[in-house]
């Protein structure tokens, strides 16, 4: 009797082995999703949605910036991605999954990829004094006007 009991009460304790969690699978990002998630993500969301008025959003837009040789220098010249510490390669990387991936097929037609070069160039001159709202809000009229960016791509900065 005593016996039984200790094995009815051994078996509750186990969990049942049909109902065994299914295997976990982790995430796996390449190495510019990575260094997009530890070095952009706290203010841009590791998915690159953010509140458009406070932060712009990156999802869905980020690739219209390929548009016009302003916008395109503009993206490299801010100073949170020119002076950003990650090499010209590897920053030519992380900006091409922003434009490309992140952008979901806004770039333009035979828009050309980053490259190291470019970045080592543009990013020699970041967009300081400059007020950096003026600066974008110049940048994506334009956009709005000749590249078929919707109008929401102004949303930032006006609350
Ligand atoms: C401290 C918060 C912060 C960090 C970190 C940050 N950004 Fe930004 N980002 C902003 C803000 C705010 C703007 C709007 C322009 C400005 O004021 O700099 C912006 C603008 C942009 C834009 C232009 C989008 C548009 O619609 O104007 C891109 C692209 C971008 N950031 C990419 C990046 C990348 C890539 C990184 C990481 C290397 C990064 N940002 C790190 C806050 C941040």
Do not use: W
């Amino acid at each position: 009797m005593i016996h039984s009991l200790f094995a009815l009460l051994l078996a509750m304790a186990q969990p049942a082995a049909a109902a065994a969690a299914p295997e976990l699978t982790a995430p796996t990002f390449n190495h510019a999703q990575t260094q997009f998630t530890l070095r952009c993500g706290g203010c841009h969301g590791v998915t690159g949605r953010s509140p458009p008025s406070q932060v712009p959003n990156l999802r869905g837009s980020a690739g219209y910036f390929l548009c016009t040789p302003e916008s395109r220098e503009y993206l490299i010249r801010l100073p949170n991605v020119s002076k950003t510490q990650l090499s010209d390669a590897d920053l030519a990387e992380v900006m091409n999954y922003v434009a490309f991936g992140l952008g979901e097929g806004k770039t333009p037609k035979g828009a050309k990829p980053f490259t190291g070069e470019e970045i080592h160039r543009l990013r020699k001159t970041p967009l300081t004094g400059a007020n950096l709202k003026q600066e974008r809000d110049k940048v994506v009229r334009k956009l709005v006007r000749s590249c078929g960016a919707p109008k929401d791509l102004l949303l930032y900065g006006k609350r």
